[in-house]
C-alpha cells in the first residue's frame, strides 16, 4: 500500500513557472514507475510524464517535451515535476501515481496508486 500526497498547485500567469510534489509514504518499492496526468475540463485524463523512482530514466508527452522536467529525490521520498513557461491550455487538475509493477509507464489505466490531484491553473 502506498499513499501519495500532490502539493505545489496554484493559479499563475502564462510564461510563469510552477512545481510540483508527490510525497509518498506507506509501503515503497526499490524499483517501480512514478507517473504525471492531467485532466483538464471537459477532457480526458492524458499522460504528461512518467520516471523510474530508481534510475531515473524520463519519458514525457509531446505537449510538454522542452517545459516540464519531472525528476525525485530518494531521501525525501518524492517526486516533482517542474513545469516552465506554462501556457494556458496546461491549465487542469495534475495527478501523480505509481505503479511498482513498471519500469516506465504511459498507460493510467495500469497504475494502482493515485494522489488526491492538485490544481493548476494559468492564465493569459
Known amino acids: 500500500q502506498v499513499q501519495l500526497a500532490e502539493s505545489g498547485g496554484g493559479a499563475v500567469q502564462a510564461g510563469g513557472s510552477l512545481r510540483l510534489s508527490c510525497a509518498a509514504s506507506?509501503?515503497?518499492?526499490?524499483?517501480?514507475?512514478m507517473g504525471w496526468f492531467r485532466q483538464a475540463p471537459g477532457k480526458e485524463r492524458e499522460f504528461v510524464a512518467t520516471?523510474?523512482?530508481?534510475?531515473?530514466?524520463?519519458y514525457y508527452a509531446d505537449s510538454v517535451k522542452g517545459r516540464f522536467t519531472t525528476y525525485r529525490d530518494n531521501a525525501k521520498n518524492t517526486v516533482y515535476l517542474q513545469m516552465n513557461s506554462l501556457k494556458p491550455e496546461d491549465t487542469a487538475v495534475y495527478y501523480c501515481?505509481?505503479?511498482?509493477?513498471?519500469?516506465?509507464?504511459?498507460?493510467?489505466?495500469?497504475?494502482?496508486?493515485w494522489g488526491q490531484g492538485t490544481q493548476v491553473t494559468v492564465s493569459s
Open positions: 520516471i523510474n523512482w530508481s534510475d531515473g530514466r524520463t
Open positions: 506507506g509501503r515503497t518499492f526499490s524499483t517501480y514507475a
Open positions: 501515481a505509481a505503479d511498482p509493477h513498471s519500469y516506465i509507464n504511459i498507460d493510467q489505466s495500469t497504475y494502482p496508486y
